[in-house]
């Protein structure tokens, strides 16, 4: 199966695991942009002006901001906010969870319940619904 128009921005600050899933993706033939903070992925985001990411996933606790802040800036451009947004973290409050969904994310997974596969089993299910570049 080849992936190679599906472009998936991860922003995690954790190094190593960012690695693996940026290994694990392109393992998988995705075209894939790392991010170790949400700032970076800002940037990267401002400077596209086409070939946006077809999915995000999104550490919630970041050093430079947290996912609710992420997607706050997402929501202030027309074209980010339509890009499907997969929160991953350690924890999850009921409170924290409704906040995101209510900013526009489509799922969060808390990275202890999931193994990295299921977890681009997640990711796939979202760009099925993306229509092809």
Known sequence: MSNLNNLIMVVEDESLLLEAIGKKLQREGYDVL?????GQAVDYLKNMKENLPDVIWLDYYLTDMNGLEFM???????????????????????????????????????K???RLDEIVKIIESYLKKVPVR
Request: proline residues 2%; glycine residues 4%.
């Open 34 to 38: 790392l991010c170790t903070s949400a």
């Open 72 to 110: 706050d800036l997402l929501g202030k451009n027309e074209n980010w906010k339509r890009i499907p947004v997969i929160v991953v973290s350690n924890s999850a409050s009921e409170q924290k969870v409704a906040a995101l969904m209510k900013k526009g994310v489509k799922k969060h997974i808390l």
């Open 112 to 114: 202890a319940d999931y």
